[in-house]
């Protein structure tokens, strides 16, 4: 056995004993490269059945309210700073919803998302918003939100509402985040993710790479999260949309991605690391292997802006692994 693969079984076999990796131990991870990535993605592999058995988590999203955003993030179509061609429309009806929600339900999905642009809803949108939530739980589907940044009153409005995870990414790490958004803060973001869990709600958060991040900013980001207790991590990469700030930028190697998500693995054993936005653009021939490298969720189904995956797809490369949904 080689040094740097003995190095992946020793830092393995100290998270299978309840150890959590230091950073050095993860920016040791990231210089891994060449025949040896996969050997990392083998161990992260063996996490994954470790901490969260042989079952993968589905979810959909809908998008809610789109476009017209005053956030100036750098990746986002739906930002009015952008010039990007998206759709722009309020909050969608009740009878909408409840028809996207019903479909997703009879695709296998676990959770439906509720997923609005902007900076946060208003205190009217808040309440309608409510109201879909009890549409969705009358699906059978655990309801969730993504609705900007939230204060603890309004976060307990929607639990009260039957709401039982929020979704809210950090996008990148406190470092990095200033040169994709200056509108609002990385603080900010800890803020609302603070809120979400003081409320009771589950938390779902993580973020976006092909940004131009270092490996260093992708540790970090991974150990604010831990610091969080987020339930759900969202993998997502950088789908370059023309007339964004960051339309320019290259997709990222497939080999990169996957290592991402086994660096998750490692850094975050016992959550759910669900792969997201942009899993089919970037990985391409070698999406199959997201589950190899350690996920364990993902997104099926259309995102915000961008074509996604058809479940039934995504059910049948489940079943091919020999894997259960949830």
Known sequence: MGAVQEAIRQHEKKILGGVPISREDALLIAEISGPDIFNLFASANRIRQHFRDNTVGLCS??????GACPEDCSFCAQSSKNRASTKIYPLIKKKVLFEKATSAAKSGVKRFSVVTSGRKVSRGELLEIAGLIAAVRETGLLPCASLGLLNAEELSILKQAGLERYHHNLEASEGFFPRICTTHTFADKIETAKAVRASGLSLCSGGIF???????DRIDMAFSLRELDADSVPINFLIPIKGTA????EYLHPFEALKIISLFRFILSGKEIRVC????????????????AGADGMITGD????????PEDD???I????????
């Open 319 to 326: 079943r091919t692994y020999g894997l259960k949904v949830l």
């Open 277 to 292: 936005g942009g899993r089919t653009q970037v990985l391409g021939e070698f999406h199959s292997m997201v589950f190899l």
């Open 210 to 216: 092909g940004m131009g991040e270092t490996w260093q």
């Open 246 to 249: 960051l339309g320019h930028r």
């Open 61 to 66: 999203i809908i998008n809610a309210k789109s």
């Open 315 to 317: 059910l049948r490369l």
């Open 303 to 310: 995102y915000l802006t961008t074509m996604g995956r058809n």
